[in-house]
């Protein structure tokens, strides 16, 4: 079952803007993770946040995790034309047998020049 | 060296065909899968191999049979190809989520995009 879901669905932004995605996800975690894919390619990680960090950054990517609203948000700070791509986020949930991750329906980006 | 690699990167084929997708990873990791991406780029997990062991089968067709002859090696195979069939199919790999879920990324094949025609 589809655990994470992603708003909005598609965002258009100029250069130099910030870009704000936020996930949702249903059950208990044991990490939340950001990926990007590009246009005909496969998923890259960008981030990983687990269930006891709040806040998390790399680079010119922050990311938060609220546990109690099970809710993450991903922040990209002046975004740039090669940020355009769709980002994913993916939930390790909290089970009694084998895991997986379970993904999101995604955040399509445009960053215009 | 490429990571997680799979062949072919597109397929198209006819309904009624049966064909195989391969993936390889060179990582050393103990898990590996296979994703579905639809036309609205949902990923949606199909299978995961432990050890060349099935741990995770969602509700899949069983015209699709994956196969783990290693633990760097799962392969898909599908027989009786449908149109409903086309999509992109990632192979994924990580450390044992179980064990290692804390601190675990999977890593990604360029995918394949199957067209059944």
């Known amino acids: 079952s589809q655990q994470g879901e992603e708003d909005p669905q598609a965002l258009s932004i100029q250069e130099g803007e910030n870009a704000t995605m936020n996930c949702s996800y249903k059950t208990s975690i044991n990490n939340l993770q950001w990926y990007r894919q590009n246009s005909g390619r496969g998923l890259v990680h960008l981030i990983l946040?687990?269930?006891?960090?709040r806040e998390k950054h790399s680079g010119r990517l922050r990311v938060t995790l609220d546990t109690s609203k099970k809710s993450s948000s991903l922040l990209i700070t002046a975004s740039r034309a090669a940020d355009t791509a769709s980002y994913f986020c993916a939930t390790v949930p909290v089970n009694s047998g084998y895991s997986t991750l379970t993904f999101g329906k995604g955040t399509m980006l445009l960053v215009s020049p | 060296d490429t990571a997680v690699s799979q062949t072919p990167k597109y397929l198209v084929t006819q309904m009624g065909n049966d064909k195989s997708i391969k993936c390889e990873q060179n990582?050393?990791?103990?898990?590996m899968y296979w994703y579905k991406q639809d036309s609205k780029k949902f990923l949606k997990i199909m299978f995961s191999?432990?050890?060349?062991?099935?741990?995770i089968n969602e509700t899949v067709p069983n015209r699709f049979s994956p196969k783990s002859p290693d633990k760097a090696h799962l392969n898909l195979h599908i027989n009786s190809l449908e149109l409903g069939d086309s999509a992109v199919y990632f192979c994924a790999s990580s450390q044992d989520l179980r064990f290692r879920g804390v601190n675990t990324e999977a890593f990604f094949g360029q995918g394949t995009r199957l067209t059944v025609v």
């Open positions: 946040i687990r269930s006891n960090e």
């Open positions: 990582l050393g990791h103990d898990t």
């Open positions: 191999y432990n050890n060349k062991e099935l741990i």
